[in-house]
């Protein structure tokens, strides 16, 4: 049990040292302000954006405001344990690094300073198979991370990957289900990015007026690594992020099915989990197929444009798969959505963008920042429902109320 004090003395305890480009960070969405004024506009919408007209993402948020809570009090509330075990693993908060890609041109080694600040926080970070940073060099800087992969298109080539990622450390493996077809991602376009990554003037003159992103991430990384790769899809290394082929290598995926999940069941010898799920019956297919975790997702809004809300579902995927840690992502910014989600059957909860945005503006400070403000909002926010334990939570700390509510 920690006895936790929350206000801004833990975040100036954790800021950027003499870093004005992180502002007033009071909340993991200041960060965001932060990474739009530092970061070129197309990698920032890169991050930032989401599928079509970004009905899910906004989904996402509005489905947490859609409840409230429902407070006890006079508790005693001064001593709180914010841990939770995941797979034998004790951590120090009930949230996580979602898995990002391409963090390597958000932030100068960013899935290496992502890991690391995951570490030094003791909470999960999982690794990105389309990241740009080989996983042989990420898994040292933190030997509890997680993989997550995004299957090749035929067995061989599942088997291989998923030796490599054995061989290199990871213990916990996470497959993404969601990614049958690339998502249409219109605003990606419409700011100038694409996958491959196509240089003209526009790119430019965006990397130009963003010296610090240009000299401190896009030319550091090309001096001391060479141009970025995709190194993480398969057992071998992928294609350059110029490269055509690139969007040939990522959109493999249409006829992955069941019978994948049970051949990677029976090669991998760790946890596994699976990420995407929205259907409660899709979940217990994948526990009987042998998922010994389920991540509730719909990516963040970044796939299927008017998908539910991964909130919206959770209690039905728990109770379709009692025994099995469930956990959450897709809009989750602040304690309260933390709370809420716990409160409604999630054993655990991963938080994605505003990590991204941390670490382009503040590095491995900046991400550790953000973990020290989640973590207190999380604290606070107990003892003011008055729980001293996470495994308190239940559905009775919560109402319903119409949308449209504003506390």
Known sequence: MVRARAGSAASRRHAHPGDERTGLILCLDDFEAAARRHLPWPIFQYVAGAAETGCSFRANRDQF???????RTLVDVSRRDLGVTLFGKRFDAPFGIAPMGLQAIVAHRGDVVLAQAAARENIPFVMSGSSLIRLEEVAPANPDAWFQAYLPGDDEAIAALLLRVQVAG???????????????????????????????PRLALQGLTHPRWLCGTFLRTLLQHGLPHFENSYAHRGAPVLSPNVERDMSDRGHLNWRHLRMIRDQWPGPLVVK???????????????ADGIIVSNHGGRQLDGAVAPLRVLPQIV???????IMLDSGVRRGSDVLKALA???????VGRPFSFAAAVGGEAGVRQGIALLKAEVSRNMALLGVTRLEELDSSYLVSHPPGFHS
Do not use: K, M, S, W
């Open 276 to 290: 995407g799920v929205l259907d409660a019956r899709d979940a217990r297919q994948a526990v009987e197929a042998g």
């Open 344 to 350: 409604l059957g999630a054993q655990f909860v991963f």
């Open 319 to 325: 109770a379709a798969c009692p025994g099995v840690p």
């Open 65 to 71: 405001t859609d409840h409230a809570f429902v407070p």
């Open 170 to 200: 990871f213990r916990t493996l996470v497959v993404t289900l969601d990614t049958a077809a690339a998502a249409n991602r219109e605003n990606n376009v419409r700011a100038g990015f694409t996958i491959p990554v196509r240089p003209g």
